[in-house]
């Protein structure tokens, strides 16, 4: 009983921490209709910021508190709303979810360039030292903090949104921004003011959390998964039920850790997936309201000589460069051409069907398991098998897209992809004891691609063939019932259209790509070990295939050769080690103000260049006719 009684009080106290961010979480989804990933890294990095003014400077407590809390997260809030948020009001959700991904590889690129790891940090708890007893139980000042300051903030918020006419102008803002500006409110202040507080709630959270939990970047990071739970339980909209929700999930994972099973890590990880998985798919169908869809310009579709052409001209030129390339750089140019492929599966997926997966690399990761566990020796039929292992897991993860869309289905993989990251890619019995999986390259009769240049060719021919078909699957009949569904699905259910079969099958072809793509990418480099295929990582390569363009072949191909080549500046010039996640970031930002990505970008241009060509030619034509008709006036 005193074990229960422990475990209860620890999971009532982290409880009380996630619910603050939780409740940071709710409010900058209420006021903006973006959902926020970025909101651990929010908390991470003013934690951090908070024992540098804190401990390392020697500010004293409260003031540390106040110019943390009441001055720097507010400011940072409002700059995020102004420099990225913006422009992403009515964006798609896949777009203004990548977005906020972007956020988060930066403050964690500026968390790692400002205080390197390797170096411990611990900061003190509130009242350190001082205790007291309840029920026979020790409970720190700082325990008793935490609850006491969450029960505040649960009160203020409520009194805000209830009793002020800035917190009706935050629930207002949202759903009719021009009528809350006729009521004399201006909504891009309101904005800010929310993203402010929620910032400043998020700091909160880490400054309560990081004593318990460590002051780590990716830990505090992570706990907008815990939030990402407890704030669904309440839908995105009721604090109480986000506080509810808060406090399960911390009891969920203390009373795992005291009667789970030996391997508790795991499953204590794993919890807030698998709460947030049920949430969405047992929650009624009728609480569930997906965010406003606004599609980016779709570009024109090339016909099918085209398209031939095109990569049949690709192809010759690559295996053209891969000749003078070193071996460094064909395995870093074909890493991306794997990747690209598994932007491709995106691009079918979100960019044509308009449904958002953030576990691409789940199905990858299942692909290179299959191959490397099963067909030791390379055979292709190893790659048929693989194709159709991850086209079922892209099936059974297509269920819940039956009923859900939006933030919902985008959620819905993110937790799948996290549980399977904690519970079967992190067992030893998956990727080996050593961590790392041995996988072979693909054999053909007659061909061999052992050599680095062959597999880079075999990568060229794969990619090229594989957006042929794309295009080809884009014009025909199949492809218009993915641009309807995209389009519209309610407007698709008014005609009579049913979209179940199209919504599996879209999902069990992007995963059959993926997971080919998963095989070849292990194929390329020997081997894969379980952090190749993390979530988090997935959502890297979906911003990426934005940032290239996520409705065309060359954005995928883009986005790939982005997302290999990145890293390595920072491995040629050290100074510069968190270009990956900075210039990620970076890129992120100009997703809401070009939604077509940069292949987006450079069709515009052209556009505008042909358009004013064609006017200064009709200008020259019609000054040649003044000239002729002159005379004979």
Same mark, same amino acid.
């Given at each position: 009983?005193?074990?229960?009684?422990?475990?209860? *009080?620890?999971?009532?106290? *982290?409880?009380?921490?996630?619910?603050?961010?939780?409740?940071?979480?709710?409010?900058?989804?209420?006021?903006?209709?973006?959902?926020?990933?970025?909101?651990?890294?929010?908390?991470?990095?003013?934690?951090? =910021?908070?024992?540098?003014?804190?401990?390392?400077?020697?500010?004293?407590?409260?003031?540390?508190?106040?110019?943390?809390?009441?001055?720097?997260?507010?400011?940072?809030?409002?700059?995020?709303?102004?420099?990225?948020?913006?422009?992403?009001?009515?964006?798609?959700?896949?777009?203004?979810?990548?977005?906020? =991904?972007?956020?988060?590889?930066?403050?964690?690129?500026?968390?790692?360039?400002?205080? !390197?790891?390797?170096?411990?940090?611990?900061?003190?708890?509130?009242?350190?030292?001082?205790?007291?007893?309840?029920?026979?139980?020790?409970?720190?000042?700082?325990?008793?903090?935490?609850?006491?300051?969450?029960?505040? =903030?649960?009160?203020?918020?409520?009194?805000?949104?209830?009793?002020?006419?800035?917190?009706?102008?935050?629930?207002?803002? *949202?759903?009719?921004?021009?009528?809350?500006?006729?009521?004399?409110?201006?909504?891009?202040?309101?904005?800010?003011?929310?993203?402010?507080?929620?910032?400043?709630?998020?700091?909160?959270?880490?400054?309560?959390?990081?004593? %318990?939990?460590?002051?780590?970047?990716?830990?505090?990071?992570?706990?907008?998964?815990?939030?990402?739970?407890?704030?669904? %339980?309440?839908?995105?909209?009721?604090?109480?039920?986000?506080?509810?929700?808060?406090?399960?999930?911390?009891?969920?994972?203390?009373?795992?850790?005291?009667?789970?099973?030996?391997?508790?890590?795991?499953?204590?990880?794993?919890? !807030?997936?698998?709460?947030?998985?049920?949430?969405?798919?047992?929650?009624?169908?009728?609480?569930?309201?997906?965010?406003?869809?606004?599609?980016?310009?779709? !570009?024109?579709?090339?016909?099918?000589?085209?398209?031939?052409?095109?990569?049949?001209?690709?192809? =010759?030129?690559?295996?053209?460069?891969?000749?003078?390339?070193?071996?460094?750089?064909?395995?870093?140019?074909?890493?991306?051409?794997?990747?690209?492929?598994?932007?491709? @599966?995106?691009?079918?997926?979100?960019?044509? $069907?308009?449904?958002?997966?953030?576990?691409?690399?789940?199905?990858?990761?299942?692909?290179?398991? *299959?191959?490397?566990?099963?067909?030791?020796?390379?055979?292709?039929?190893?790659?048929?098998?693989?194709?159709?292992?991850?086209?079922?897991?892209?099936?059974?993860?297509?269920?819940?897209?039956?009923?859900?869309?939006?933030?919902?289905?985008?959620?819905?993989?993110?937790?799948?992809?996290?549980?399977?990251?904690?519970?079967?890619?992190?067992?030893?019995?998956?990727?080996?004891?050593?961590?790392?999986?041995?996988?072979?390259?693909?054999?053909?009769?007659?061909?061999?691609?052992? $050599?680095?240049?062959?597999?880079?060719?075999?990568?060229?021919?794969?990619?090229?063939?594989?957006?042929?078909?794309?295009?080809?699957?884009?014009?025909? !009949?199949?492809?218009?019932?993915?641009?309807?569904?995209?389009?519209?699905?309610?407007?698709?259910?008014?005609?009579?259209?049913?979209?179940?079969?199209?919504?599996?099958?879209?999902?069990?072809?992007?995963?059959?790509?993926?997971?080919?793509?998963?095989?070849?990418?292990?194929?390329?480099?020997?081997?894969?070990?379980?952090?190749?295929?993390?979530?988090?990582?997935?959502?890297?390569?979906?911003?990426?295939?934005?940032?290239?363009?996520?409705?065309?072949?060359?954005?995928?191909?883009?986005?790939?050769?982005?997302?290999?080549?990145?890293?390595?500046?920072?491995?040629?010039?050290?100074?510069?080690?968190?270009?990956?996640?900075?210039?990620?970031?970076?890129?992120?930002?100009?997703?809401?103000?070009?939604?077509?990505?940069?292949?987006?970008?450079? @069709?515009?241009?052209?556009?505008?260049?042909?358009?004013?060509?064609?006017?200064?030619?009709?200008?020259?034509?019609?000054?040649?006719?003044?000239?002729?008709?002159?005379?004979?006036?």
């Amino acid at each position: 009983m005193h074990d229960f009684l422990r475990y209860t *009080v620890l999971g009532l106290v *982290v409880g009380s921490g996630y619910a603050v961010a939780a409740s940071g979480l709710v409010v900058t989804y209420q006021t903006s209709g973006i959902f926020n990933f970025a909101h651990g890294a929010i908390g991470m990095f003013m934690a951090f =910021v908070y024992w540098k003014i804190h401990v390392d400077m020697g500010v004293p407590t409260l003031l540390a508190l106040a110019l943390v809390l009441l001055v720097l997260a507010p400011l940072l809030g409002a700059l995020i709303e102004r420099t990225m948020m913006r422009s992403l009001y009515g964006a798609s959700t896949g777009a203004a979810l990548v977005v906020t =991904v972007g956020l988060m590889l930066t403050l964690l690129g500026a968390a790692y360039s400002f205080w !390197p790891q390797g170096t411990a940090r611990i900061l003190p708890e509130f009242f350190a030292g001082s205790q007291f007893k309840l029920f026979g139980l020790v409970i720190t000042y700082h325990q008793a903090t935490v609850v006491v300051v969450a029960a505040l =903030v649960a009160l203020f918020l409520r009194l805000l949104f209830y009793r002020t006419r800035i917190g009706t102008a935050m629930r207002a803002v *949202v759903d009719d921004p021009e009528l809350l500006a006729m009521n004399g409110a201006n909504p891009k202040r309101v904005g800010q003011a929310s993203w402010a507080l929620g910032a400043s709630l998020a700091s909160l959270a880490g400054i309560l959390l990081a004593p %318990l939990v460590n002051l780590e970047v990716l830990i505090l990071t992570l706990l907008v998964l815990n939030c990402l739970a407890a704030a669904m %339980l309440g839908r995105l909209k009721s604090l109480p039920l986000t506080f509810l929700g808060a406090i399960l999930v911390a009891l969920g994972e203390n009373y795992i850790v005291g009667y789970g099973p030996g391997n508790v890590g795991s499953y204590r990880g794993a919890l !807030p997936s698998i709460f947030l998985l049920l949430v969405l798919l047992f929650l009624p169908q009728a609480r569930l309201k997906s965010g406003r869809l606004v599609g980016a310009r779709a !570009p024109r579709v090339p016909t099918l000589r085209q398209s031939v052409i095109s990569a049949g001209v690709f192809v =010759v030129v690559g295996m053209l460069l891969s000749g003078q390339m070193s071996r460094s750089d064909l395995a870093t140019y074909g890493g991306g051409l794997a990747v690209g492929l598994i932007m491709l @599966s995106l691009v079918l997926l979100t960019g044509y $069907g308009g449904q958002v997966s953030l576990c691409q690399l789940t199905f990858a990761g299942i692909g290179a398991f *299959v191959m490397g566990r099963y067909f030791t020796g390379g055979s292709m039929l190893g790659l048929v098998v693989v194709a159709i292992v991850a086209g079922l897991a892209g099936f059974l993860v297509s269920l819940p897209a039956l009923r859900l869309q939006g933030l919902y289905l985008a959620l819905t993989t993110f937790a799948v992809g996290r549980g399977v990251d904690l519970l079967f890619f992190s067992n030893s019995h998956v990727f080996g004891y050593g961590g790392q999986l041995a996988v072979p390259r693909v054999k053909l009769p007659g061909l061999s691609f052992q $050599g680095d240049r062959a597999f880079f060719i075999l990568l060229l021919v794969t990619f090229a063939g594989a957006g042929v078909l794309l295009l080809a699957l884009r014009r025909g !009949p199949f492809g218009r019932q993915l641009a309807a569904q995209s389009d519209s699905e309610a407007a698709c259910a008014t005609l009579g259209l049913s979209l179940v079969a199209t919504k599996a099958i879209v999902f069990a072809l992007s995963a059959s790509i993926a997971g080919v793509a998963g095989a070849l990418y292990g194929g390329l480099r020997g081997g894969v070990t379980q952090n190749d295929f993390l979530v988090l990582v997935s959502l890297a390569v979906a911003l990426s295939v934005y940032v290239g363009g996520i409705n065309t072949v060359t954005g995928a191909l883009i986005g790939g050769v982005f997302f290999a080549v990145l890293p390595t500046i920072g491995a040629h010039f050290p100074k510069l080690a968190q270009t990956q996640y900075l210039g990620t970031g970076m890129a992120a930002a100009l997703i809401g103000r070009f939604p077509n990505g940069i292949v987006g970008l450079i @069709s515009n241009g052209v556009d505008r260049a042909r358009r004013q060509f064609a006017g200064a030619g009709i200008h020259e034509r019609a000054m040649e006719v003044d000239g002729l008709a002159a005379p004979a006036s």
